[in-house]
DNA sequence: CTGAAAGCGCTTACAG
DNA sequence: CTGAAAGCGCTTACAG
């Protein structure tokens, strides 16, 4: 095997300034107490040999170890749960970063008991990655996290006008863009209603969706009605009475759009009056259920946010900001995926 | 800040099995020539303990350095141009995993010019990605590398037979069958003609693809007729010519579905012959110029894999095959990107 | 203002 | 078969 050239040390930049170990360090993590003359001398040696400190002996050598809590919604959608298990994996792989981490579940639509648990987080931990309601008490508490040094992001859902140092997630207003266009292009030339399920319209992400989507609706789909939004509170049960009542109060309903969660009981609601392959069915999350309801041709178009890219990012997000290192941008950026029947995982 | 309990180390597991360092290491990672005893007392402590070993320490210790090659194609359509710059990026990062990098650009549509230089890199470093050629010459080519103890990726284009350790790409008959469905809805109850404009079919990504594309309207589009495939070589000129020629000679083309690149020259003859809006476009890798098409509406739907991703991607599968760790599967992943001019990222 | 030395958690010759 | 000691590349008290 050929021999690479080794990459410089700190001792190979000491030996070429002709100074300490201990003098470089100083240098170059700009510590101070060392004379202008010897930081320079430092400084050429450090370009000159192009010097890059080896991140894992830093980590070791500082005994660096944080504390990361993860802050989900009670309840038990299947994004929720995916989204768990893969936070769960996550902090297996984080402590071999020698950082612990902990996932803690709190009734995330109260935004009292929200607030109440980050406040609890003060002196707990180093980061905080938290799926938000977007509430003035809750914002408060996230701000106290910030200003009490917490590295704090909000995951899937966010408070833009808090301080988080940054949102994880889908920019929700083009997803229902795009769920808008999809909706438009695959009705075609056909006329008609358009019912639309969200689960609260209190959810920042929910009314995001329904903007984006109602907005390309009016200016690009006019043959279409979308009627006013219903409220499902992502359950099953309740989203299947909503679906039912639609589909028999509007004889020309040519599509639904499930912006929430509850996309089971619209197909059930589809698959029973007959109507599943007529009405245009688009919905957010891959999940089993959405899956099937693909391959069976029920749904016809998924709208996506990846929950294990979600956790990793969160992760990744907060270590780089907790060790002071800069992320790879284009990594972090999750994407607004759109899942056919064909492009399945 | 709450003190969290400390990881334990080898040192723990050492004084709780009270024997030395030595023997523990020794024990842990199965090296021969400790007694059944000791080896038994150790596991228990090991296991008792929960002992996870600190990676960055251990490739600290052993000195670990490896070096890759990242192998693709000379030529700059916008892709691969796009894929080298990413592919650049990642051996920055790969830099402070101590992995030296090395991107080596090649004719890749010469199985013969491939073939050798990929031979060339016997014993010149430890993982090989490659953008690959299905062709015999090259298979035993990977095949050699492999059996030398080179650790290799094909990257975006596979050899299937080859002894290749993973691929990292999509899968491209499922990306022409998610074509074909969104042609076929985006069409919909409208009848004609579909042009087909690849690369070359000698491709195997390109000769997928139109095989999952014909499949799917085969089965599900009775009304629309896919024309010969045209092979415009990736050029922009080419293929302007042969979309000029497939709209003249075709008045009721109602869609065009280009399998490789030259995206510009095919919306450039939609837009002069006035058709942009009314012939559904579909093409593949979102460029600055299928990008802004999208944009314009002169481009319908773009299936996309992330460049960023696959060079990211190879890089932390070889990493992990070269220092035996497992990887995150689900990360590796590749995925079918739809854009439309909606969730452009 | 500068340097020698110990230490982070692990591995690797080398002795015994 | 087992252990003491040096070393990986960096940081951190501690002396001077």
Redesign the interface.
Same mark, same amino acid.
């Given at each position: 095997? #050929?021999e690479?050239p080794?990459?410089p040390t700190l001792v190979d930049v000491a030996e070429h300034a002709k100074v300490s170990l201990a003098t470089v360090d100083r240098v170059f993590n700009r510590r101070p107490g060392v004379s202008a003359r010897t930081v320079e001398r430092v400084e050429r040696a450090l370009a000159k040999l192009g010097y890059?400190p080896?991140?894992?002996?830093v980590? *070791?050598a500082r005994g660096i170890?944080f504390?990361f809590c993860f802050v989900l919604p009670t309840g038990s959608n299947s994004f929720m749960s995916e989204l768990a298990k893969?936070v769960e994996?996550s902090i297996a792989?984080l402590?071999?970063?020698?950082v612990?981490g902990e996932l803690i579940r709190v009734d995330v639509f109260d935004p009292q008991v929200l607030a109440e648990a980050l406040r609890g987080l003060v002196?707990?931990?180093?980061g905080v990655a938290v799926v938000a309601l977007d509430h003035p008490v809750v914002r408060d508490a996230v701000d106290e996290l910030v200003r009490s040094g917490i590295h704090v992001v909000t995951l899937v859902s966010d408070i833009p006008g808090s301080k988080r140092h940054r949102f994880i997630g889908i920019d929700n207003s083009?997803?229902g863009?795009?769920a808008?266009? *999809?909706m438009g292009?695959?009705i075609?030339?056909r006329t008609g209603k358009i019912g639309l399920i969200a689960g609260s319209l209190i959810l920042r992400d929910h009314a995001e969706r329904l903007f984006?989507f109602q907005q390309?609706i009016g200016s690009e789909f006019l043959a279409l009605a979308p009627l006013p939004p219903l409220q499902g509170h992502d359950s099953a049960r309740q989203c299947r009475l909503l679906a039912e009542k639609l589909l028999r109060d509007h004889k020309d309903l040519v599509g639904i759009y499930s912006i929430g969660a509850g996309n089971r009981g619209i197909a059930d609601a589809l698959v029973e009056l007959g109507r599943a392959h007529d009405v245009v069915f688009i919905g957010h999350e891959l999940t089993e259920f959405s899956r099937r309801y693909l391959i069976q041709g029920i749904m016809?178009a998924v709208i996506n946010q990846d929950p294990?890219?979600e956790a990793?990012s969160a992760s990744r997000v907060l270590l780089a900001q907790c060790s002071g290192q800069q992320m #790879?941008v284009?990594?972090e950026?999750i994407? #607004?995926? #759109?899942f *056919?029947?064909?492009?399945l995982?």
């Open positions: 095997m #050929i690479h080794r990459r890059r080896d991140p894992a002996a980590r *070791l170890h504390n893969q994996q792989w402590q071999d970063q020698n612990t002196g707990r931990c180093h083009a997803a863009r795009t808008a266009t *999809l292009r695959f075609g030339p984006g390309v016809d294990g890219h990793r #790879i284009d990594q950026r994407r #607004i995926d #759109i *056919l029947r064909d492009n995982p």
